[in-house]
């Protein structure tokens, strides 16, 4: 099969209509989307990522107003962020109506649904009547793209299209949220900060830790990594050893004087332009003649805290 990357929104429209599956743009990283009513292409789509079954879907809506079609009730406190922070990075885990297939959820009761805040699948998603089911557009456990040449470097041959939406503006996934025992729980740390999220409705818990078994949000402990080994240490510690040229090392900001092969995030020291930078950056280190990548923790604060979440599921 030929992958086309374009703009082309009638195409991409078309294809999905036809029950084929498709990569698209959104703030945080790029989705391989398919009609989430429909059995087959869900299928197609845990086929070409090489998903198990039992690691559920995200489904995308055009507008906040459209998630009750899909789901019994939004609990108030979800309402809240849902009105402070839709469109955008994140995402409502919410008890599903009986029209979402169980392939979407993996036979679990409650449905991840999020509004996209960027413009072309916002209005991809305006001309379906139906929403599009997309996780990630990588394969299976490795680092997710976040631009369309990064879908068609390893998902090309596989799919018909992919819409170019340009580099993601946010570059780490949505923060996945659900509503547990009155109180607001933090599945999976992302684009949406922890402290944006408690302005709005007060202190959060935070369950986003590993398991094997994901019956919460995707958080299988090794994911989101290269294929070369990945080390993470504290900044200290990287100063004070001698790095060869079989070592990349991926900093946040400062340049280490004595190392050959090194990038750094954000050399002005912005969280927000780091994770839009990390996943290109550690794609870019994976592709090298290497032995190692080692990167450097940053502050647990902001975004920093889904940055290094990705770093510690990345490291070996
Ligand atoms: O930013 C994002 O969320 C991106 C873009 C493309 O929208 N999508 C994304 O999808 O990161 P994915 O499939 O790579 O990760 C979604 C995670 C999965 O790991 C899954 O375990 C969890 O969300 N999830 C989805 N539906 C769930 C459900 N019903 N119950 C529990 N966890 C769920
Ligand atoms: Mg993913």
């Known amino acids: ?49 090489n998903r198990p079954y039992f690691d559920p879907l995200i489904i995308h809506v055009a507008h906040a107003g459209a998630i009750g079609h899909w789901v019994q009730q939004i609990p108030q406190p979800l309402e809240q962020l849902a009105q402070a922070f839709l469109p955008g990075p994140l995402t409502l885990l919410l008890p599903k109506k009986q029209v979402i297939p169980d392939l979407v959820t993996a036979g679990l009761p409650r449905v991840a649904v999020r509004v996209p805040g960027h413009p072309l699948t916002r209005e991809l998603l305006s001309r379906l009547d139906f929403p599009l089911a997309a996780p990630s557009a990588n394969p299976f456990g490795y680092i997710s793209p976040t631009q369309a040449m990064h879908v068609v470097e390893q998902l090309g041959g596989k799919i018909p299209f992919v819409l170019d939406g340009g580099p993601c503006q946010v570059g780490v996934e949505s923060t996945i949220v ?22 709005v409705v007060g202190p959060v818990v935070v369950k986003a830790h590993s398991t094997s078994h ?18 993470l240490l504290e900044r200290e510690a990287i100063d004070g050893q001698l790095w060869t040229a079989r070592t990349a090392l991926l900093l946040f900001q400062k340049a280490v004087p004595s190392a050959t092969v090194q990038m750094a ?43 290094n979440d990705r770093l510690r599921r990345a490291a070996v």
Not at 216 to 231: E, I, N, Q
Not at 268 to 292: K, N
């Open 265 to 307: 995030l954000s050399p002005g020291g912005h969280l927000e332009e780091a994770a839009r930078h990390l996943f290109a950056y550690l794609r870019a280190l994976d592709a090298l003649d290497i032995d190692e990548i080692v990167a450097e923790i940053l502050p647990e604060r902001g975004l920093g805290r889904a940055i």
């Open 178 to 199: 659900s509503y547990e025992e009155e109180q607001i729980v933090i599945l999976r740390k992302g684009g949406l900060t922890i402290e944006q999220i408690e302005a």
């Open 214 to 231: 994901p019956a919460a949000p995707g958080m299988l402990k090794s994911h989101y990594a290269p294929r070369k080994p990945l080390r």
């Open 1 to 49: 099969m030929e992958t086309i990357i374009g703009q082309d929104i009638q195409q991409a429209a078309a294809l999905l209509r036809a029950g084929e599956v498709v990569g698209i743009p959104t703030e945080t990283v790029y989705g391989l989307a398919g009609n989430a009513l429909n059995d087959s292409a869900i299928a197609k789509i845990f086929a070409v990522k």
